[in-house]
């Protein structure tokens, strides 16, 4: 993974700190507050507010094919910042972002059909868990989005969603 600017900050951020990991995956991690936090401080270290997240990741944000290239640029970075955190024994390697064409299925008593983003486990070994990441992903940038931009955080919050619902077994209620 990583195109281009995108790896070589991951790099850069991952000498600094490791993500969090825990045998537990703590309820409070992956809400909405700590991703937003955690890469708005990725963005502010990093000096990207104004740069264009095409210019960042190398990719086109052309359709479905541009949103599922970014997201996958997008979940390591995030990992990496400290923005979204994997449950104990889950891997980056282990995960993996596609378009699914065709798609037919429901989210809560919403039924959804057409191409979407999903969020998958690699296991040849066992069954394959997916997750819902975009259901309208071409909704999700304009030509001109920034690193800073709603519309990337947006796909982050969406990411961060993903692998809370792909984890559901590993989160614990917070005492409060």
Same mark, same amino acid.
């Given at each position: ?12 951020? %991952? ?5 969090? %990991? ?56 995030? *990992? ?17 972002? %596609?378009?699914?064409?065709?798609? *037919?299925?429901?989210?809560? %008593? *919403? *039924? ?7 969020l998958e486990t690699r296991n040849s070994r066992g069954r394959t868990r997916k997750a819902l990441i975009a259901d309208r992903p ?39």
């Amino acid at each position: 993974m990583g195109a281009g600017q995108g790896k070589t900050n991951r790099t850069q951020v %991952r000498q600094r700190s490791q993500p969090r %990991r825990s045998n537990i995956f703590p309820a409070h991690l992956n809400d909405l507050s700590e991703v937003k936090k955690g890469w708005q401080a990725f963005i502010a270290r990093h000096n990207l507010t104004n740069v264009s997240v095409e210019d960042y990741y190398r990719r086109r944000l052309d359709g479905i094919d541009g949103v599922v290239a970014i997201a996958q640029e997008l979940l390591p970075d995030l *990992v990496a910042a400290g923005a979204v955190s994997l449950p104990s024994g889950a891997t980056l390697d282990g995960l993996q972002i %596609r378009k699914q064409a065709g798609y *037919v299925g429901s989210y809560g %008593r *919403v *039924v959804i059909s057409g191409d979407v983003v999903l969020l998958e486990t690699r296991n040849s070994r066992g069954r394959t868990r997916k997750a819902l990441i975009a259901d309208r992903p071409s909704d999700y940038f304009n030509a001109t989005a920034a690193m800073a931009s709603d519309e990337l955080l947006s796909l982050a919050y969406s990411v961060a969603d993903a692998i809370k619902e792909m984890f559901p077994r590993a989160h614990v209620q917070s005492a409060g």
